[in-house]
Nanobody
Framework: QVQLVESGGGLVQTGGSLRLSCAAS???????VGWFRQAPGKEREFVAG????????YYADSVKGRFTISRDNTKSPVYLQMNSLRPEDTAVYYC????????????????????WGQGTQVTVSS
């Protein structure tokens, strides 16, 4: 059984930065990650994704140029560096994983991911 654990959320002022971390545990070879977020009263939306090697990434238009997804190696935690944060970035952020999936394609749908973390709250004050 594999698990994903997020960390790094918190409260920050507009224009500030946070770095979220998604760590996987259990038996697996490689994993791809998608970050999603859900604001109160809104549907969960895709934020950014990275493939198993780190060679391929993809971002939602709303965060492009402000957020960076990265990883050091195929089994390392995946990070989401969030800069120039805005109040509209306030949400619960979820890490989602596709394990043993060897592809450069980045899944943008929740149905692409079978495993989910518990979520971490990010609040940006104005």
């Amino acid at each position: 059984q594999v698990q994903l654990v997020e960390s790094g959320g918190g409260l920050v002022q507009t224009g500030g930065s946070l770095r979220l971390s998604c760590a996987a545990s259990g038996q697996f070879n490689i994993y791809a990650v998608g970050w999603f977020r859900q604001a109160p009263g809104k549907e969960r939306e895709f934020v950014a994704g990275i493939n198993w090697s780190g060679a391929s990434t993809y971002y939602a238009d709303s965060v492009k140029g402000r957020f960076t997804i990265s990883r050091d190696n195929t089994k390392s935690p995946v990070y989401l560096q969030m800069n120039s944060l805005r109040p509209e970035d306030t949400a619960v952020y979820y890490c989602a994983g596709r394990f043993n999936y060897y592809s450069d394609a980045i899944g943008q749908s929740q149905t692409n991911y079978a495993y989910w973390g518990q979520g971490t709250q990010v609040t940006v004050s104005s």
